[in-house]
């Protein structure tokens, strides 16, 4: 498999676009599963080195599941690999909120890894 997604996924409740100091809530991950993966593309150029990379993202979801917003937690180092993770990510699809909507949006931690 070209990469490897880690999915010990810190949920962070509410983002933290607001205004306001709101207190972080942790979520287990289990309570927002994807529903749409896409899997980032091995960049072609490194194939035949066979570099591996981390990219660490932080992605806004709100309440319907949709990506909001992605940010960079630890960029690889690499642009190639940072723009197939972030394209990947931004069509990620997550369960809506199971509070009905009662939150803006909330926060995931989601460590993407390269390797051939």
């Known amino acids: 498999m070209i990469f490897k997604t880690m ?16 207190p972080i809530k942790r979520i287990p991950a289990s309570v927002y599963p994807i529903r749409v993966m896409v899997e980032p593309v ?7 080195s066979k570099i591996r990379a981390e990219v660490i993202l932080v992605v806004a979801i709100g309440p319907g599941g949709d990506v909001l917003n992605i940010d960079f937690e630890k960029p690889s ?3 190639s690999f940072d723009r197939a993770a972030f394209s990947a990510v931004a069509q990620w699809k997550f369960n809506p909120d199971p509070e009905g909507g ?14 051939l």
């Not at 803006?104 to 390797?115: D, E, L, T």
Request: avoid cysteine.
């Open 7 to 22: 999915l010990t996924i810190f949920l962070l409740f509410p983002l933290g676009l607001l205004a306001q100091e709101v």
């Open 42 to 48: 091995y960049p072609e150029e490194f194939k035949k």
């Open 77 to 79: 180092g690499y642009k």
């Open 102 to 115: 009662n939150v803006s949006s909330r926060s995931v931690k989601i460590p993407i890894v390269f390797g």
